[in-house]
T-cell receptor
């Protein structure tokens, strides 16, 4: 089955700086890669996703890049703000329809924004 | 738009007892998922429903876990008997569509289960 590795487990950055979280996956059939943000006591919230026919996607301060050859994808957050502090999860799905069936999640990155 | 509703928020039981969790998905969402999130890990899929039919239950420990979605809306997840290793947050999610580019998961806040 699919295996998703996520690094780092904890990331501390100064407010205003950029943060980068990296994930690798094992199954070359994976074609849908969402990122979730989880705040304390809440469920994961989808913040951005990318499909395998796209190399990069951007939404305001958040961007995701995908390298299918190397089987890795990354989340980039620019101009970090205190409200960005949370646990971030990457995930991968081999759903042939490009959907979210059978998502495999990474172990998460605890992002801390230092004021 | 109301989100995914789950209850209870917290549950503490002793091992070998039984417990049930309830989920009400976003209105109109045909696909419903139950995930288990152990402390310090990402969510793991337990079971997925499309309307009231099971799509994937390959990772559900069927000797002790069961789930149903009788009318294609609300769902319950049951554990009987519970073990210490079942301590986790149980997350319910729903999606408007299934197996397509618009299949996106919306999660509830979860039920935190502690087995003593």
């Amino acid at each position: 089955g699919e295996n998703v590795e996520q690094h780092p487990s904890t990331l501390s950055v100064q407010e205003g700086d950029s943060a980068v979280i990296k994930c690798t996956y094992s199954d070359s059939a994976s074609n849908y890669f969402p990122w979730y943000k989880q705040e304390l006591g809440k469920g994961p919230q989808l913040i951005i996703d990318i499909r395998s026919n796209v190399g990069e996607k951007k939404d305001q301060r958040i961007a995701v890049t995908l390298n299918k050859t190397a089987k890795h994808f990354s989340l980039h957050i620019t101009e970090t703000q205190p409200e960005d502090s949370a646990v971030y999860f990457c995930a991968a799905s081999t759903d042939p329809g490009g959907g979210a069936d059978g998502l495999t999640f990474g172990k998460g990155t605890h992002l801390i924004i230092q004021p | 738009e109301a989100g995914v509703a789950q209850s209870p928020r917290y549950k503490i039981i002793e091992k070998r007892q039984s417990v049930a969790f309830w989920c009400n998905p976003i209105s109109g969402h045909a696909t419903l998922y139950w995930y288990q999130q152990i402390l310090g890990q990402g969510p793991k899929l337990l079971i997925q429903f499309q309307n009231n039919g099971v799509v994937d239950d390959s990772q559900l420990p069927k000797d002790r876990f069961s789930a149903e979605r009788l009318k294609g809306v609300d769902s319950t997840l049951k554990i009987q008997p519970a073990k210490l290793e079942d301590s986790a947050v149980y997350l319910c999610a729903s999606s408007l569509e299934w197996q397509g580019a618009n299949e996106k998961l919306f999660f509830g806040s979860g039920t935190q289960l502690s087995v003593l």
